[in-house]
């Protein structure tokens, strides 16, 4: 792994309420982040979405599994755990597609896992989720 991307991967695996700050230190102001409820296009959005994060969730963790590096893109397999009274204990696996710029600075970090898993953890979703989830089913 090159430099940018053991940062990175360091950041996000420490990453907590009083350190955010450390993201701007590894991402470039023009960061474009994407997840399945999420779509910004600057580090101050990116920042955003991080802090409510952690303002909604009291426990939240990232665990990178592994990592596939080619020049200044990767990606990364990631565990994340977090709880809220809404939803309960809850965690999921993801894969990050990351492309730093010549600085190695993050400009995209584009997150791809499945959004009703979490949904799922809602009560008043729940059913809704499950539902569809067998009617799409191809049994």
């Given at each position: 792994?090159?430099?940018?991307?053991?940062?990175?991967?360091?950041?996000?695996?420490?990453?907590?309420?009083?350190?955010?700050?450390?993201?701007?230190?590894?991402?470039?102001?023009?960061?474009h982040f994407k997840d399945p409820f999420n779509d910004r296009q600057?580090q101050e959005g990116f920042m955003l979405i991080m802090e409510d994060?952690?303002?909604?969730?009291?426990?939240?963790?990232?665990?990178?599994?592994?990592?596939?590096?080619?020049?200044?893109?990767?990606?990364?397999?990631?565990?994340?755990?977090?709880?809220?009274?809404?939803?309960?204990?809850?965690?999921?696996?993801?894969?990050?597609?990351?492309?730093?710029?010549?600085?190695?600075?993050?400009?995209?970090?584009?997150?791809?896992?499945?959004?009703?898993?979490?949904?799922?953890?809602?009560?008043?979703?729940?059913?809704?989720?499950?539902?569809?989830?067998?009617?799409?089913?191809?049994q």
């Open positions: 792994m090159d430099s940018w991307l053991v940062k990175y991967v360091d950041v996000l695996e420490n990453l907590n309420a009083d350190n955010l700050d450390s993201l701007r230190h590894v991402t470039a102001d023009s960061i600057t994060m952690f303002k909604q969730l009291p426990y939240v963790r990232f665990k990178v599994h592994r990592s596939v590096q080619m020049d200044q893109e990767a990606f990364i397999h990631w565990n994340f755990e977090g709880n809220s009274r809404l939803t309960g204990e809850f965690n999921f696996d993801g894969i990050s597609l990351l492309k730093v710029d010549d600085a190695g600075k993050i400009i995209l970090h584009h997150d791809i896992w499945d959004g009703s898993a979490l949904m799922e953890r809602i009560p008043f979703v729940r059913g809704i989720i499950r539902t569809l989830r067998k009617k799409l089913s191809h």
